[in-house]
């Protein structure tokens, strides 16, 4: 039974002309000024190059608009989307060369992974579910000791050169 299995798995991984294929996760990144149907239209236009060489495309995630860290090409937002791809290594490489070439897409990613995420991404999860502020164990609260900033005797910049200057 694990012997028709697993001949099943290695039938299911070789294409008619011989190319085995692979799994990958693909994201990129969009011009901020583009509506999110001509976004769309972007993906069916790489589903339709990945399925044309052999390739699924599984789940795709739309993470939407997002602030980038620094400028690309004069851009401080991009749209942002995740693909599932099940294709042989031409077929993302095809893909990727005709995202180098649009103009509508500033960046991409594609990392080959050994099986897809089942659920979600983390991008899509809310905050509270991925545990990113969770507890601050023994560091204790943020606030300092010294209470709100307002109660604080303010220092300025006469009092400091009047310290350095006693030293």
């Known amino acids: 039974m694990v012997v028709g299995a697993l001949r099943r798995v290695l039938a299911d991984a070789k294409l008619k002309k011989g190319k085995t294929v692979a799994l990958y996760e693909h994201v990129f990144l969009a011009r901020q000024d583009l ?23 599984g789940r795709v995630e739309n993470w939407g608009l997002k602030s980038l860290a ?50 979600v991404s983390a991008m899509m999860q809310r905050r509270d579910d991925r545990g990113d502020r969770g507890d601050r164990g023994d560091r204790g609260p943020r606030r300092d000791d010294r209470g709100p900033r307002e109660d604080r005797p303010r220092r300025d910049r006469d009092d400091r050169r009047a310290e350095q200057g006693a030293e």
């Open 35 to 57: 509506s999110s149907q001509q976004v769309d239209a972007l993906v069916e236009q790489y589903k339709g190059v990945i399925e044309e060489n052999g390739g699924k495309i």
């Open 70 to 119: 620094y400028r690309v090409k004069k851009n401080r937002k991009a749209y942002f989307t995740l693909m599932d791809i099940d294709a042989p290594a031409a077929a993302v490489k095809e893909m990727e060369r005709q995202m180098g070439l649009s103009e509508d897409v500033l960046r991409f990613m594609t990392v080959r992974v050994e099986q897809h995420e089942e659920g």
